[in-house]
């Protein structure tokens, strides 16, 4: 018998199901209003801890906390209606032990009624996601260029430039999915590595620098539309400028209350006219 499933959201059966088919199509949102435009769109809305980055201005993942990934999951949530919803576990929330995780990933299920957790690392985390999985936590995993270890990487560098870093990639991909994951993030991996890994795993593989042999594509939502200039990596496609659109529309603003253009008389409440009396 089927598990019954409330509304339309898709499901993370369903997502795992999509291995080898039509490609994944996901974003990430942070925000309502983001949620509502994007989820007719995609498959996957990922509430990524990249939000420290492009809303708060921090200069890595590092310093977002669970509460900020709840509040915005949350938010996401709500935005949304059919696809499914995933909420990354910050820095500093999970890699302690099986058993911080649970607590942290626990949080983001019930507080924000996202349908599963991402985290990163490979091999050294996988049994943390199985114990999550056994204990009802649907977990993405993400391996590759993993931001929240950039100090240890040195900065944000592609992963699988040599041999040996390739088998690394590899192992920590296949330990991941072995470990129960039912999707997998590969982010700046070389793209004979990314091709590799994709047809030897079981599950999705969702790129982001990681080539079209993935089985579905990521990318940042602010990088897409043109909202976060701060630095653009070269795995991005822009698809609008509307950080440009709204230095303009606010510019016109400017000019309008300066000149007196704005308000207008239709903006404007005025007192209810007197009824004559005779
Ligand atoms: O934090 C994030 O937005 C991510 C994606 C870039 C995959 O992890």
Known sequence: MS?????????????QARKGGTPLV????????????????????????????????????????LDMMINHGAAVVRGSET?????????????????QAFRSAARVMAET?????????????????????????????????????????????????????????????RAVAEAGAFAIVLEGTLEPVA????????VPTIGIGASPSCDGQILVSEDVLGLFSDFTPRFVRRYAELGGMIG??????????????????????RPARAKASN
């Open 3 to 15: 598990t019954p499933v409330r509304g339309k959201r898709l499901t993370v059966p369903a997502i």
């Open 26 to 65: 996901c974003l990430t949102a942070y925000t309502t209003p983001m949620a509502r435009a994007l989820d007719p769109h995609v498959d996957i809305l990922l509430v990524g801890d990249s939000l420290g980055m492009v809303l708060y201005g921090f200069d890595s993942t590092l310093p977002v906390t």
């Open 83 to 99: 696809a499914c919803v995933l909420v990354d576990l910050p820095f500093g929330s999970y890699q302690e032990s099986p058993e």
């Open 113 to 173: 009624g996202a349908s599963g957790v991402k985290l990163e690392g490979g091999e050294e985390m996988a049994a943390t996601i199985r114990f999550l999985i056994q204990r009802g936590i649907p977990v993405c995993g993400h391996v590759g260029l993993m931001p929240q270890a950039v100090h240890v990487a040195g900065g944000f560098r592609a992963a699988g430039r040599s041999e040996e870093e390739a088998a690394h990639v590899a192992a920590d991909a």
């Open 195 to 202: 091709a590799a890994i994709s047809t030897d795993l079981p």
């Open 248 to 269: 303009d529309a606010a510019a016109a603003y400017a000019s309008d209350v300066q000149a007196r253009r704005f308000p207008g008389p239709e903006h404007c409440f």
